[in-house]
């Protein structure tokens, strides 16, 4: 009987394996020599701690289940909620700032499309316990440290930035009721991909007023920042915020980022819990869905029970990457394929548990090493070496009666004969 | 409002990922050196695939949800179904002996005891395409190749070894018919947890006829492989299984890791599907649970609609072992904590844009490089430098005018100035 695997998840042969490794290897490597520390929480938790605080979009995307005591459960869709837990459980213990990074494994039951599929795997990057945008700007060093480390230059993908700080203080100044943004973000963050008309019927539904439809139109058309400083002259709040996002791009230039980075009011995140600087990571020419996206959410740990403590950060999926890394030509260039460091082939069955007691030898010294399943021809064997890629292979033969081996240097053809012992001596030195 | 996490989950903090990673990582290195290639699948499939092979125990622990389309899958409480499932889906195209290693996380609703959670990781190593029992002992030969490799020895652990194949042929001579042998397993695999009057009334419930029932206790007795021969003389077929097994340990011998096996009738192991040689590795003491078992399964792939192809391989989780790493003292002389290469003090707030582009240049560069998110007085700084494991200190102050900085060595407490352009041309240069 044959079981098909559930559409929108992956099946990773090796070749696959190999790609999902250099992006996952890549991030924990820049990850790692950014100061963060690793972390990683379990695969499902209570539903309702996804329900509380992420927003109507991801809670329709849950798959739930339930222990055998019949607790509501569901596999994490996003690790923030799980960071607010683990980081208010131990927070007296922690020294801050918190760095903290995750690779997660996550699954949201939507409707598979490109770049976008029912389980997939996330770089997560927070910092927690900074009240300045300097750990924003840090936060989108990283990622473009490791974008540009995948050889992605400002041809290729752009940050666009936002406030969401500079947006409520905005919508809050034009009449929009404090209660009313939430269901506003989501409509504005899906502005971009909706046809104007529909945009604006959309936001009738919500704002009934017309004259402030009509400020929140020219608002959202506003191109640069100096456009918005026009606008929000007056308010001190909004001010305030478009001098926190001056200053970021300020720092993003410092850290020798800025041709990366864009102002865009358009960004506004799909989640509920975003409070400052918002951002979203684009291929340049805007034909993929967002590569990742994050922002301040500085009130979370708080409505998660704990004390009001300030953080920001990021996820990077890896599908959308991957078919970036794909498209540029950029994954073959740097996959490097597993090698051998030694194909033990043998041609006299005799001999076979010779060879299987060099290879063992070989592995337990730490070097990669495989036999032959088959002591068939040498040349079957060879080729099998060179399929396998191995650097080198012994073959084990008729001179294996004076207890020596003939080691074969794959690249170059060259062969010599070794006796064992020294051969083994030889590696040991090394 | 708190939430907590689900028990029998576990939160990887920093140093418990540290933990994770070193276990995890040996895993990998020592597959690779093993010649075995890395796969995964998703984390969950149709709730069928699991029911179908694995026998009662595995498909009560089985966490099941459902899609939207109202499809009944299940979270993967092990991978062997999935590989069987990928390895028929491209069996035609994959290179034979198929050599493949995963590390799947892993979920089972079980009552979470020590060393038995309900989510966890699992190393699983898999010859596919290989009858010969050379393939059983290649990868009992890689989990010890692991094992030895995080310093366990004989005096530490023990792989317990008998034969499936053995166990039918017997139990069939004896009289017990094909399709009992299943539950037969199941009571049989539980036995050694059992006091002997418990495993005797249950066994007679199993085997109504008492002759048949001391001979099945007589057969579970046998201490060594000899007294198993006497017992099956005349049967050719447990005859056959008896010498397969004697050839295992001959191959175990010429492999080097003879003195961590024995041979134990009692392993039966609790999955439906084995067919073979089994085993479990067990702690020396005996004081904790089975760090990983496997076998043989050559029905597997076709009971999943592929063609006979045979198989064997071995799970280990990540619960027991640490445990057992941690009593014998071995993960705190292991785990290596990590290091900064430097970290960037900066003693004048006028300089502390300097100090962040000297981070991010650094980092760009490949090295592990913080700055203090305070500009407090220089002791401080340093004291944060060493909490933070850094090798080296870079200080920005009053030199800087002459664009000058102090590298100081944290370990001999060495200082020198140096220019800002000569340090980077040094590092690039390294």
Redesign the interface.
């Known amino acids: 009987?044959?079981?098909?695997?559930?559409k929108g998840?992956?099946?990773?042969?090796?070749p696959d394996?190999?790609i999902?490794?250099f992006i996952v290897d890549g991030w924990k490597a820049?990850s790692?020599?950014?100061?963060f520390?690793?972390?990683?929480?379990?695969?499902?938790?209570?539903l309702?701690?996804f329900q509380?605080k992420s927003g109507d979009e991801i809670v329709e995307q849950l798959?739930?289940?339930q222990?055998?005591g019949g607790?509501e459960?569901a596999?994490r869709p996003e690790i923030t909620p799980?960071l607010a837990?683990?980081v208010?459980?131990?927070i007296n213990s922690l020294?801050r700032?918190i760095k903290?990074f995750s690779v997660p494994?996550l699954?949201r039951?939507e409707r598979p499309q490109k770049g976008r599929l029912?389980?997939f795997f996330q770089w997560n990057i927070d910092i927690i316990g900074?009240y300045?945008v300097?750990?924003d700007a840090e936060v989108i060093?990283c990622v473009l440290?490791y974008l540009?480390q995948v050889r992605l230059t400002p041809e290729d993908i752009v940050v666009k930035i936002s406030s969401r700080k500079m947006l409520a203080a905005i919508l809050l100044s034009i009449g929009i009721a404090r209660k009313e943004l939430e269901p506003l973000y989501a409509l504005l963050d899906k502005r971009g991909k909706l046809p104007p008309e529909t945009f604006e019927e959309l936001l009738a539904e919500k704002v009934v007023d017309e004259s402030k439809r009509k400020k929140i139109i020219e608002l959202m058309n506003a191109e640069t920042i100096e456009q918005i400083s026009d606008f929000v002259k007056s308010y001190a709040a909004a001010k305030e915020a478009v001098d926190e996002l001056r200053r970021l791009f300020e720092?993003l230039e410092?850290?020798?980022?800025a041709e990366f980075c864009r102002f865009d009011i358009g960004i506004v995140r799909g989640l509920a819990y975003y409070t400052g600087i918002v951002y979203e990571i684009y291929d340049k020419a805007s034909e993929l869905r967002a590569i990742g996206g994050g922002g301040r959410y500085d009130d979370l740990l708080k409505?998660?029970?704990?004390p009001a403590i300030p953080a920001t950060g990021v996820g990077i999926g890896d599908c959308v990457l991957a078919i970036l890394l794909e498209e540029k030509g950029l994954l073959e260039k740097q996959l490097s394929s597993?090698k051998?460091?030694y194909f033990v082939a043998c041609v006299d069955k005799e001999l076979f548990?010779n060879a299987?007691?060099i290879t063992?030898?070989l592995?337990?010294g730490?070097?990669?090493?495989?036999f032959s399943?088959k002591t068939s021809g040498l040349s079957k064997q060879l080729k099998e070496a060179s399929?396998?890629n191995a650097k080198n292979c012994i073959i084990i033969g008729e001179e294996f009666k004076n207890n020596e081996i003939a080691v074969k240097d794959m690249s170059t053809g060259n062969q010599q004969l070794i006796g064992v012992d020294k051969f083994f001596s030889q590696l040991e030195s090394k």
Chains 1, 2 share one sequence.
């Open positions: 009987m044959k079981i098909p695997s559930v998840t992956r099946d990773f042969y090796p394996m190999t999902r490794n820049v790692l020599r950014n100061g520390e690793e972390y990683d929480g379990p695969i499902f938790e209570y309702k701690m509380m798959f739930s289940l222990d055998r607790r459960l596999i799980t837990r683990m208010n459980q131990q020294p700032p903290w494994r699954c039951a029912r389980e900074v300045d300097l750990a060093f440290d540009q720092l410092v850290m020798g980022v409505q998660f029970g704990g597993p051998l460091d548990e299987i007691g063992m030898k592995r337990r730490g070097l990669a090493a495989c399943y399929f396998r």
